[in-house]
């Protein structure tokens, strides 16, 4: 059981520097719309099978409507939030969203690809520079071969001969190969669904994070964040944001054990009925085999808490890096069974052909994918909506 005590939270001073952050945009912390109430909880002291520090001071970022007991908590009341002129914005839907952040792979691509389309006949020259422009949009060697199989058999079958038919083809061959990663994650049936986030520092995976609490409390969902990250400098702090954001709970500390972290958010949501437990986890090189065993002692813990939790078990992936992307789902896979995958980042890439890399050597479910900064922009993956983005 949780006790708590009451903790003023400090002001945020806002430093005049001249100089470039050195972060990355995506994994910037927010800034918070208003501060929430800060609470310190003493946990029990862990039981002796599971694998995680002895008793710890954890940290709990509680939003203003969260209900606590009478003689254990008094809210702290924000300063009020200064008003802020509204400017009217026109608002993009989520296919112009998509398309936008899709641009540079469909400069690349598309653009490339038009010039194919464009007339004459279909010939072994034309077949060579569809393999060029595939390879180059970072679909990677297998899934290069595949498409370019594919698209010779449907253009045999259907008597095809202008390279204008081709990008029916085309398209047609892509939505077969990646439309098994639309999977969309089912997150009913378990409570609280468990989700364990993992990937290298930088992918996005805090910020993934923070969008995703958005995302499901949109669906009338509670929710719970446990900031895992005790390693990486300031992760703490930017759940903390993101929580006070959202106005959901963050279960933290500083320093010390992840999994002690991640089980006492579990307890927490048990105890309070929250639907959604979104676990952070520290950045790790799959090279870095010591970390990579430290991350299975984080599963086996949730387990203990949860005996059947994590129910998802994601790892984010920057688009920026290409074909690394595949290297880092085998490594990661191998090491925790995946079941889902974030793509981050493809609005700052032209490699968002890595998709269809992944849907031919690791065929993991993509669940979501993030095209922008903007809270909304992580959402689903659809295969038909990011193959009409990249082709118009």
């Given at each position: 059981?949780?006790?708590?005590?009451?903790?003023?939270?400090?002001?945020?001073?806002?430093?005049?520097?001249?100089?470039?952050?050195?972060?990355?945009?995506?994994?910037?912390?927010?800034?918070?719309?208003?501060?929430?109430?800060?609470?310190?909880?003493?946990?029990?002291?862990?039981?002796?099978?599971?694998?995680?520090?002895?008793?710890?001071?954890?940290?709990?970022?509680?939003?203003?409507?969260?209900?606590?007991?009478?003689?254990?908590?008094?809210?702290?009341?924000?300063p009020p939030a200064a008003p802020v002129e509204a400017t009217p914005l026109k608002k993009l839907s989520w296919t112009e969203r998509l398309k936008a952040g899709l641009a540079k792979t469909r400069?690349?691509?598309?653009?490339?690809?038009?010039?194919?389309?464009?007339?004459?006949?279909?010939?072994?020259?034309?077949?060579?520079?569809?393999?060029?422009?595939?390879?180059?949009?970072?679909?990677?060697?297998?899934?290069?071969?595949?498409?370019?199989?594919?698209?010779?058999?449907?253009?045999?079958?259907?008597?095809?001969?202008?390279?204008?038919?081709?990008?029916?083809?085309?398209?047609?061959?892509?939505?077969?190969?990646?439309?098994?990663?639309?999977?969309?994650?089912?997150?009913?049936?378990?409570?609280?669904?468990?989700?364990?986030?993992?990937?290298?520092?930088?992918?996005?995976?805090?910020?993934?994070?923070?969008?995703?609490?958005?995302?499901?409390?949109?669906?009338?969902?509670?929710?719970?964040?446990?900031?895992?990250?005790?390693?990486?400098?300031?992760?703490?702090?930017?759940?903390?944001?993101?929580?006070?954001?959202?106005?959901?709970?963050?279960?933290?500390?500083?320093?010390?054990?992840?999994?002690?972290?991640?089980?006492?958010?579990?307890?927490?949501?048990?105890?309070?009925?929250?639907?959604?437990?979104?676990?952070?986890?520290?950045?790790?090189?799959?090279?870095?085999?010591?970390?990579?065993?430290?991350?299975?002692?984080?599963?086996?813990?949730?387990?203990?808490?949860?005996?059947?939790?994590?129910?998802?078990?994601?790892?984010?992936?920057?688009?920026?890096?290409?074909?690394?992307?595949?290297?880092?789902?085998?490594?990661?896979?191998?090491?925790?069974?995946?079941?889902?995958?974030?793509?981050?980042?493809?609005?700052?890439?032209?490699?968002?052909?890595?998709?269809?890399?992944?849907?031919?050597?690791?065929?993991?479910?993509?669940?979501?994918?993030?095209?922008?900064?903007?809270?909304?922009?992580?959402?689903?993956?659809?295969?038909?909506?990011?193959?009409?983005?990249?082709?118009?």
């Amino acid at each position: 059981m949780f006790s708590f005590f009451k903790k003023k939270p400090k002001p945020v001073e806002t430093p005049q520097i001249e100089t470039p952050a050195l972060t990355t945009p995506a994994e910037e912390a927010p800034q918070a719309a208003a501060a929430s109430p800060v609470l310190e909880t003493a946990p029990e002291a862990l039981p002796a099978a599971v694998e995680t520090a002895p008793a710890i001071q954890h940290q709990a970022v509680e939003p203003q409507n969260t209900p606590a007991p009478a003689a254990a908590l008094e809210a702290i009341e924000p300063p009020p939030a200064a008003p802020v002129e509204a400017t009217p914005l026109k608002k993009l839907s989520w296919t112009e969203r998509l398309k936008a952040g899709l641009a540079k792979t469909r400069d690349k691509l598309g653009k490339q690809l038009a010039g194919l389309f464009g007339g004459g006949k279909i010939d072994e020259d034309l077949y060579e520079e569809l393999e060029t422009v595939l390879l180059t949009s970072d679909m990677g060697v297998d899934a290069t071969v595949h498409l370019l199989g594919d698209v010779r058999e449907r253009v045999s079958l259907k008597g095809l001969k202008d390279a204008s038919e081709l990008k029916g083809a085309l398209k047609d061959s892509l939505q077969d190969l990646i439309g098994p990663l639309e999977v969309p994650l089912n997150v009913e049936g378990k409570k609280p669904f468990v989700i364990m986030m993992t990937g290298v520092n930088g992918a996005g995976k805090t910020t993934s994070i923070g969008k995703l609490a958005k995302y499901y409390q949109s669906q009338g969902k509670s929710v719970l964040l446990a900031a895992g990250d005790t390693f990486r400098a300031a992760a703490r702090e930017q759940l903390i944001a993101w929580g006070e954001r959202n106005g959901v709970t963050v279960i933290a500390q500083q320093g010390g054990d992840s999994a002690a972290v991640c089980y006492d958010a579990i307890q927490a949501a048990i105890a309070r009925g929250i639907d959604i437990v979104l676990a952070d986890t520290a950045g790790r090189l799959p090279t870095q085999l010591h970390l990579m065993e430290e991350i299975k002692k984080v599963k086996r813990v949730i387990q203990k808490a949860l005996p059947d939790a994590p129910h998802e078990v994601v790892l984010v992936l920057d688009a920026n890096i290409g074909q690394n992307t595949v290297n880092q789902v085998k490594a990661f896979d191998d090491a925790l069974g995946l079941t889902g995958l974030i793509l981050t980042k493809l609005d700052g890439t032209a490699k968002g052909g890595v998709i269809a890399a992944i849907a031919k050597q690791r065929p993991i479910p993509l669940r979501f994918i993030g095209v922008g900064e903007s809270i909304d922009d992580l959402r689903p993956f659809s295969s038909r909506d990011y193959i009409d983005a990249l082709f118009e």
